[in-house]
T-cell receptor, first 111, second 112 residues
């Protein structure tokens, strides 16, 4: 069973609107949680990395939150742009190099 | 461009053929990782090198798969006797610490 579950699987939003992606995980022990953006046919690019003690981290219009007690994270995209159309992957690090990847949420931004 | 590079970007091969992919990490990074990603799924860990030493191999890495990093710089991933189930995107990542991994653009393999 995948230890990192993301929802929704996909969503469509209008340009300029906000959206929130969810990530629930069961990975333990927990070192850090990352959100990556992956454009079609490209490798993932890191958006945010949060350690156990961090609750929120922003990168431009992307804001990630983390609740380590409930093992939930979210990624909020503000004022979406067409270039935000991509897959967003939640990744939980157990320790060192052992990363558990979610299946991703595919976001489509329409004009 | 000083990022992670992979070659080729796309490979189409017939079942039973051998293929080899190359990854050039960011120059000062001593850690290198290989992942496999199938359509609609997140990447899955295959193997990890620290310098030239291969320190971990996933159970996904069958005996048809072999990876090398002979001089601690670039790495190659070879798949022997390819099967249709090997069709996937093969991603390489590198890092200086485990905290941040930088991914390459991937090699898309199609086995016909």
């Amino acid at each position: 069973k995948n230890q990192v579950e993301q929802s929704p699987q996909s969503l469509i939003i209008l340009e300029g609107k906000n959206c929130t992606l969810q990530c629930n995980y069961t990975v333990s022990p927990f070192s850090n949680l990352r959100w990556y953006k992956q454009d079609t046919g490209r490798g993932p690019v890191s958006l945010t990395i949060m350690t156990f003690s961090e609750n929120t981290k922003s990168n431009g219009r992307y804001t990630a939150t983390l609740d380590a007690d409930t093992k939930q994270s979210s990624l909020h995209i503000t004022a979406s742009q067409l270039s935000d159309s991509a897959s967003y992957i939640c990744v939980v690090s157990e320790d060192d190099y052992k990363l558990s990847f979610g299946a991703g949420t595919t976001v489509t931004v329409r004009a | 461009d000083t990022g992670v590079s992979q070659d080729p970007r796309h490979k189409i091969t017939k079942r039973g053929q051998n293929v080899t992919f190359r990854c050039d990490p960011i120059s000062e990074h001593n850690r290198l990782y290989w992942y496999r990603q199938t359509l609609g799924q997140g990447p899955e860990f295959l193997t990890y090198f620290q310098n030239e030493a291969q320190l971990e191999k996933s159970r996904l890495l069958s005996d048809r798969f072999s990876a090398e990093r002979p001089k601690g710089s670039f790495s190659t991933l070879e798949i022997q006797r390819t099967e249709q189930g090997d069709s996937a995107m093969y991603l390489c990542a590198s890092s200086l610490t485990h905290y941040e991994q930088y991914f390459g653009p991937g090699t898309r393999l199609t086995v016909t």
